[in-house]
C-alpha cells in the first residue's frame, strides 16, 4: 500500500510493546506519534492537533482510561477522529460511547492491520 505520510495518528497505550507493535505495523504507512499515558496524549494533542486526523486509545489505563482520556480530549478537539483499542470483551462504558458518537468505532486486540486502516482511511474521506 502506497505511503500516506500526510494523514497522522496518535496511538496511546500504557505498555511499551504495544506501542512498539502499533507503530511497526503502521509507520510505513502513516505519520504516527504514541504516548504511554493519556497524560501525555493530552500533551501531544496540545503540540499537533492541527496534524492529528485520528486517535486510537487503549482502554484500560492507569490514572484516566480510554473513554475518559478522548471525553477530556474532545472537549477540546472534536473535531479528530477517536477510536477504543482493546484487549477486554465491549462494555456498557464503550457501548454508551458509540451511541453518543464519542468515538466512532473499538477495535479489539490483538488488533487487524486492515480494519484500522479501513477506519483511518473512512475518517480521512469524511473530512474531504
Do not use: C, W
Request: charged share 30%; aromatic share 12%.
Amino acid at each position: 500500500m502506497a505511503s500516506n505520510k500526510n494523514i497522522t495518528i496518535l496511538y496511546v497505550d500504557d505498555e511499551d510493546i504495544n506501542l512498539f507493535l502499533f507503530k511497526a505495523n503502521f509507520q510505513s504507512k502513516f505519520n504516527i506519534i504514541t504516548s504511554l499515558s493519556a497524560t501525555k496524549a493530552l500533551e501531544e494533542l496540545e503540540n499537533h492537533h492541527d496534524e492529528i486526523i485520528v486517535v486510537i486509545s487503549d482502554m484500560r489505563m492507569p490514572v484516566m482510561n480510554g473513554i475518559e482520556f478522548i471525553e477530556k480530549a474532545k472537549e477540546k478537539y472534536n473535531n479528530i477522529f477517536y477510536y477504543i483499542l482493546t484487549g477486554f470483551d465491549y462494555n456498557e462504558e464503550i457501548e454508551n460511547a458509540l451511541k453518543t458518537n464519542l468515538i466512532q468505532k473499538f477495535f479489539t486486540k490483538p488488533f487487524n492491520v486492515e480494519e484500522i486502516e479501513k477506519a483511518i482511511f473512512e475518517a480521512v474521506k469524511k473530512l474531504k
